[in-house]
């Protein structure tokens, strides 16, 4: 029997990356295709332990580019689509929101156009909590699948548009998918823009660690292998048409995270500075997961055990993320933090 092929976008950056290389492992009865256009955010250089295996691929492309990945997939015949690829980092889409609408909103509906084209077997969708919006401080709301979209940044608002073309073609052209929304993300390969591994890098070089506002906006957070296996699962078992909340259980205030942060690697809460909030930053984000829990999905890390983990691979992997960070620096970073 032909081996099924799996086409992954965006599996240079960090949550498909780490998606890739569960696949790779778990699956090698499947084909993993691995598309990304290596922005900023991509890097292969984490996929060095899997290039060589034989049912690792990948294809440099841009998801927006329509004639390539047309022509990609007539060629390949793609049995599955999980959609990672896009721009993820909110403090750029408000500076910079057209790449964002481009990316996120005409790139996925290039890849639901070709995957109808091909009838592919599945697409999967990876989106966000952030397109319901915000909640309030009561710890007894959550965001649930039947939460309406009311996306506030430029970010989320490409991530709910994009939501509602894959929909829009389940409903207008029976294309099966399947859309996830999953809270925020932390563990290994996270690129170092986003709060949790700036913080850690920035306290192991002494550096000030900024934050928004009064820190008290809470985030609920996910371990990223935890991510991979609920897509996994949904992959899998996910019914056609239906979206499913993934998320850890894990609310925290964002000065709660950088001050475990300080206490583990054993600095001075002098490090924080508190700074200009972000405009338009949501309150609260947390997630009711239970109908993904019922397809057999439980996240195995508490914010407490994937910390830990999360800092020592940092510690473990100094060269990956201080390659990143001076490649980066004039060009982002510089801009960002030079004040602090
Ligand atoms: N990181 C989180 O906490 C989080 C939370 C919820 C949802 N998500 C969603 O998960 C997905 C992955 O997020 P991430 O944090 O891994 O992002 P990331 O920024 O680390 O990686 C994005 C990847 O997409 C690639 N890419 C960007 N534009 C492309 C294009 N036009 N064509 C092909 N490839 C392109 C980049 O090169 C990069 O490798 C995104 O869709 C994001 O919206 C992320």
Redesign the pocket.
Known sequence: MARKKILV??G?????GNFVQYMVDKYPQYGIYN?????Y??DLTKHKHIETKENYHFVK????DRETILTLFEKEKFDYVVH??????VDRSITDPGVFVQ?NVV?TQVLLDASRMTEITKFVH????EVYGELDFDPNTFFTEDTPLQPNSPYSAS?ASSDLLVRSYNETYRLPVNITR????YGPYH?PE?LIPLTISRVLNDQKVPVYGDGKNIRDWLHVIDHCAAIDIVLHEGINGEVYNVGGHNERTNLEVVKTIIKILGKSENLIEFVKDRLGHDKRYAIDPTKLEKLGWKPTYTFDTGIAQTIQWYLDNKEWWESIISREYQNYFEKQYSSI
């Open positions: 976008t965006g240079a950056g960090f949550i498909g598309l990304d256009l290596l922005t955010a991509g492309a841009d998801i927006a990672f690829a896009a721009e993820s980092h990316t790139g990876v989106s966000t909590d991530k999953c809270s925020n993300n690129f986003k």
